[in-house]
């Protein structure tokens, strides 16, 4: 993530910021995150979604297409697509598609996570279960796992 003055974003690849490459950059802005969270957090939750779908490849598959980093993110990321089926996005934003339905839920779980819950239960527990929680991450995600 990097902190800029201008509009939240995320941006696959490589960006070059003051000379140094960086790759998969969240750009989010301190005002629009005071001003406008859910669009901020929606920004991050795109970069988590690449991330751990595909370690943030410029061309890989994101968690939410049904991808993930090694088997146990990709038996997540088929959870992803079948859970946007049900049609209990938490708003309009989430209902465009897998992937906005994943950025927003994230979104919506760090803003308001008990307003999640109520709209859809089941992303807020796979989300509860899964990427935010720590053992599980440390558990999933650890170099050595292939």
């Not at 859910?38 to 920004?43: C, G, Q, S």
């Not at 490849?57 to 697509?81: C, F, K, M, Y």
């Not at 906005?100 to 089941?122: K, M």
């Not at 558990?139 to 292939?146: A, E, H, W």
Request: charged share 20%; aromatic share 8%.
């Amino acid at each position: 993530m990097v902190i800029t003055p201008g509009a939240p974003n995320y941006e696959p690849g490589v960006q070059l910021l003051r000379g140094r490459e960086l790759e998969a950059v969240a750009f989010v802005s301190l005002t629009d995150l005071v001003e406008d969270p859910l669009h901020t957090l929606h920004v991050v939750g795109h970069l988590l979604d690449h991330l751990l779908g595909c370690r943030g490849a410029p061309t890989g598959r994101w968690l939410s297409d049904g991808h993930g980093v090694n088997p146990s993110w990709a038996e997540i990321g088929q959870q992803i697509p079948a859970l946007y089926e049900l049609g209990y996005a938490v708003d309009n934003i989430a209902m465009a598609g897998p992937r906005q339905y994943f950025a927003r839920s994230v979104a919506w779980y760090i803003y308001d996570r008990c307003q999640l819950n109520v709209a859809d239960p089941q992303i807020e527990r796979l989300l509860r279960q899964t990427v935010f929680d720590e053992a599980f991450c440390r558990r999933t995600l650890s170099p050595g796992l292939k």
